[in-house]
């Protein structure tokens, strides 16, 4: 059997190497926790809108509002994160403040000595020991007991050196201390006359519990109501050791050797001692028994001590006295629950991994929490929506059947235009009054010709104001069009479209003439030849004779066929309709490019992050998964 200095010592050698493997343990897990949020970070970083996507025509936006709203859920979601995680990690929290720490809630029927064994193991007697310990080297340094609730009416302790002992419901609130690698809380007992207001008090503790320690009193154990009580934590798998205080007697000084001892009275002198072998486990036996038949299957054990004389044996440095008091044991049973430091994991730390995990689960949408809008399948599904949106309108725009829509009209009108400006053209230009066209006047009306050096049989037309309006009537027309199709998808400013309009040369309009020959006949007159005596008898004197006759000859005539208007005319719609053809064309392409092209890559580009953000999520998870399969705690916590 262990010495009492050897058994104090392996317990409290035992509580410093687990303060150290809670710390790592706690370290690890928050750090992933710190990752779980890191990679959130990054993934809002990089999914916040743009200014260069964020530039529209219009105040409303599908495309826009769409991934600034996801921006949004995942912003607000990261924040319902972080205080959910806050909120189930309310007793980890309270652990920061205080240290790391195996959380163990006493709690018992009134006066089982709850406070007592509290106060023993922050070292009431073992400060003043005779040997070498722990607590006297300040291995174990003094804390404060802490009041972390108080029950009805519970006066503030929270400056007392120790827990109150002996009297009637000492303990009326949830106070703490702390050792290194433990913190012990000690509620209030169950079956006092405040049963209902602290034993509340008791059963809230105890389910934030890693070790549940039920003491029981050796005079009168497994009282039907308290036992109830027993049942109740037991039954919600809190790891639970059954310690039966009191187990000690009176027992007449000089019992063994019959030498009694008499007091100036004459009254037999007592001193405490422990309960039989037999009678603490027929107690024992009791209990475990009852415990058993209430919870069928579960293991149920228990301990008989006695803190009176683990106490004496501390301040009289006697042996058998601690060995009596059985307090090894109870220490023993405890180290037992933490046999090692993966198991440390288990009891303490697999809350806050399971905590992580699903947070991850609920991050990534894996759970059925309320908010499944706000993670990472919800928000996918918000931008997969509006990518099968972008994908259809693509579809359906179809650019040659656009141009046509758009030309087709533009072409009545540009056609009607054109027309005009050549036939006003065809009109001579009204000289303006100036000294040169004045002498020009005055030579003229005294029949002389002056040549200006210009070819008078062409006439020039500028088309830059046409072409302009023409330009912002394609504009306005491929905007249309583009809105039509693509609603509240439409993203491309004008500014950006207004590209410059292709210019043309001026048109020439021509006066065409036209030679034609033809034959006339005619009768004309000639000299012919005397006929008879008399008429050449008196040609001879000189007389001619004349003859009438037809002649056939061929003659030119200029024809002037006017302007060739229909010409120029027909030849400007074909370059006309080409150009503006050229320019929608160009212009729905670009737009298809800019809001269908742009608008799906930016869909892609916010999924890919979150897709990335979900594996590195799943892979955090799977290191979360195996830190449980390592340590043991998968399962249901073992006592």
Not at 254 to 269: C, I, K, N, Q, R
Not at 494 to 517: C, D, G, N
Request: proline share 3%; aromatic share 6%; with cysteine.
């Amino acid at each position: 059997m262990p010495t009492m200095e050897e058994s104090l010592r392996t317990f409290s050698d035992r509580l410093l190497a687990v303060s150290t493997t809670l710390e790592q343990q706690k370290n690890a897990v928050m750090q992933k926790e710190r990752e779980v949020f890191d990679i959130l970070e990054q993934a809002a970083a990089a999914f916040a809108p743009k200014e260069s996507e964020s530039r529209c025509a219009e105040d409303r936006n599908v495309l826009r509002e769409t991934v600034n709203r996801v921006f949004q859920d995942f912003t607000d979601g990261i924040r319902r994160w972080k205080q959910e995680m806050a909120e189930r990690s309310e007793v980890r929290n309270k652990l920061e403040e205080v240290g790391a720490g195996l959380i163990v809630v006493v709690f018992g029927r009134t006066n089982a000595g709850k406070s007592t064994l509290g106060n023993f193991l922050r070292g009431k007697q073992l400060r003043e020991a005779a040997f070498d310990n722990a607590w006297k080297r300040g291995d174990f340094p003094l804390s404060p007991i802490t009041v972390i609730e108080r029950g009805r009416d519970a006066e503030a302790t929270s400056d007392a050196e120790w827990f109150a002992e002996g009297g009637v419901e000492t303990t009326r609130e949830a106070q703490m201390f702390r050792l290194p690698g433990l913190l012990w809380l000690d509620t209030p007992g169950f079956g006092s006359v405040n049963d209902g207001t602290l034993g509340a008090l008791a059963r809230k503790y105890v389910k934030r519990a890693d070790l549940v320690v039920y003491l029981d009193d050796s005079d009168n154990p497994g009282l039907e109501n308290i036992t109830a009580r027993l049942v109740e934590v037991m039954s919600e798998g809190r790891c639970t050791l059954v310690a039966i205080n009191h187990s000690d007697k009176a027992k007449l000084v000089g019992e063994e050797t019959g030498d009694f001892v008499f007091d100036e009275t004459g009254a037999p002198l007592t001193t405490p001692a422990p309960k039989s072998p037999e009678d603490r486990a027929a107690q024992e036996e009791y209990l475990t028994g009852l415990l058993r038949r209430r919870l069928p299957g579960q293991a149920v054990d228990a301990v008989s001590i006695s803190m009176l004389l683990a106490r004496l044996g501390v301040e009289n440095n006697n042996e058998e006295q601690y060995r009596a008091g059985n307090v090894h044991a109870l220490f023993s049973r405890i180290l037992e629950l933490i046999p090692n430091n993966e198991a440390v994991t288990r009891l303490k730390y697999r809350d806050a991994v399971q905590n992580c995990m699903t947070l991850v689960d609920m991050v990534r949408g894996r759970t059925d929490a309320p908010e499944q809008g706000c993670t990472l399948a919800g928000l996918d599904t918000q931008l997969a929506a509006l990518e099968d949106r972008i994908h259809k309108t693509d579809v359906d725009f179809d650019v040659e059947n656009e141009v046509r829509a758009v030309v087709a009209p533009l072409m009545l009108r540009v056609r009607e235009q054109l027309r005009a400006l050549l036939e006003a053209a065809k009109k001579p230009p009204q000289p303006e009054v100036t000294e040169e066209n004045a002498l020009r006047s005055i030579h003229l009306f005294f029949g002389k010709r002056i040549s200006d050096g210009k070819d008078a049989e062409e006439r020039r037309v500028d088309l830059a104001p046409l072409m302009e309006e023409v330009g912002r009537a394609a504009l306005q027309g491929v905007e249309a069009k583009a809105k039509a199709l693509l609603h509240d998808l439409w993203i491309q400013p004008a500014a950006e479209m207004q590209r410059s309009f292709p210019t043309m040369k001026a048109a020439v309009i021509t006066k065409k003439t036209e030679k034609r020959t033809y034959e006339v006949t005619e009768t004309e007159s000639y000299v012919r030849d005397p006929s008879g005596l008399i008429e050449h008898a008196c040609s001879i004197f000189g007389k001619r004779y004349y003859g009438r006759r037809k002649v056939t000859r061929q003659k030119t005539q200029i024809i002037d066929l006017g302007f060739n208007v229909e010409e120029v005319f027909a030849e400007q719609c074909r370059l006309l309709e080409t150009t503006c053809a050229d320019y929608v064309r160009q212009e729905m392409t670009f737009i298809r490019e800019e809001c269908l092209a742009r608008g799906s890559k930016i869909v892609r580009e916010r999924r890919a992050v979150l897709s990335n953000s979900g594996k590195r999520l799943e892979a955090l998870r799977r290191d979360l998964e195996q830190k449980l399969r390592s340590s043991g705690a998968e399962g249901e916590q073992a006592c």
